[in-house]
């Protein structure tokens, strides 16, 4: 039978080859981005943050674009790797909300073939 | 490891029954958030909470739905007559304080109404 839900946002790669994961925000007050990532029936990791005074960051494997110009931001995974596949949710943080106060995006399929 | 605990992993409830959702912090931390996550989506903030006080309720549905951090002991998410709407899986986070830009997730909580 036909299944209706929502349907992610997808992208399949193979090992080896660089991610990159997009997200799109609506609040101009953000002043804190995190990215979260989620595996199949675990709770949500954290990867990498960035502040609203930054335009990027980097950290191992991972690295973090901000363009506060037109509300985007993007992980970019460097040669990605099977544990990478799973659910990755941006997660902005308005201006003088507590940080654990997280409004999660949609999120992003990451799936990595070997 | 002393991660965020959360018990149980699973529950299963029949309509009308209540669910209780335990949710143990780090060690350490004070500051506990309840989220929820329907199929597909992402996770959805419930409520805050601090050891004795309920900080932001502004997720929580105003009916059936309580939460609460004693003194001692886990925090507690409390649903009462479920309905089939309320099968989805429910994350707890901790954090150490205020402050802390980083929220530690636990596994969740599946609870299914049928």
Request: aromatic share 10%; net charge positive.
């Amino acid at each position: 039978g036909e299944s209706v839900g929502l349907h992610l946002p997808t992208l399949s790669v193979q090992e080896g080859d660089n991610s990159i994961i997009n997200c799109a925000y609506s609040n101009s007050a953000s002043d804190y981005f995190i990215w979260y990532k989620q595996e199949s029936g675990k709770g949500p990791q954290f990867i990498i943050d960035i502040r609203s005074n930054m335009d990027k960051r980097q950290g191992q494997r991972v690295t973090v674009l901000l363009n506060k110009t037109v509300k985007h931001l993007s992980l970019q995974i460097a040669a990605t790797q099977p544990g990478d596949s799973a659910v990755y949710f941006c997660a902005p943080v308005e201006g003088g909300t507590s940080y654990g106060k997280l409004t999660f995006g949609q999120g992003t399929i990451l799936t990595v073939h070997p | 490891n002393a991660g965020v605990m959360q018990n149980p992993r699973h529950l299963v409830r029949r309509r009308g029954q209540e669910a209780r959702l335990r949710c143990s912090p780090m060690k350490g931390h004070s500051h506990v958030y309840w989220y929820r996550q329907l199929p597909e989506e992402g996770l959805k903030f419930m409520v805050y909470l601090q050891k004795e006080n309920i900080i932001d309720e502004s997720g929580m549905p105003k009916e059936r739905f309580s939460a609460e951090f004693p003194k001692e002991g886990p925090s507690i998410l409390r649903i009462q007559q479920v309905v089939r709407g309320d099968s989805a899986a429910y994350f707890c986070a901790s954090s150490p304080r205020e402050g802390s830009t980083e929220a530690f997730f636990g596994q969740g909580t599946r609870l299914t109404v049928v």
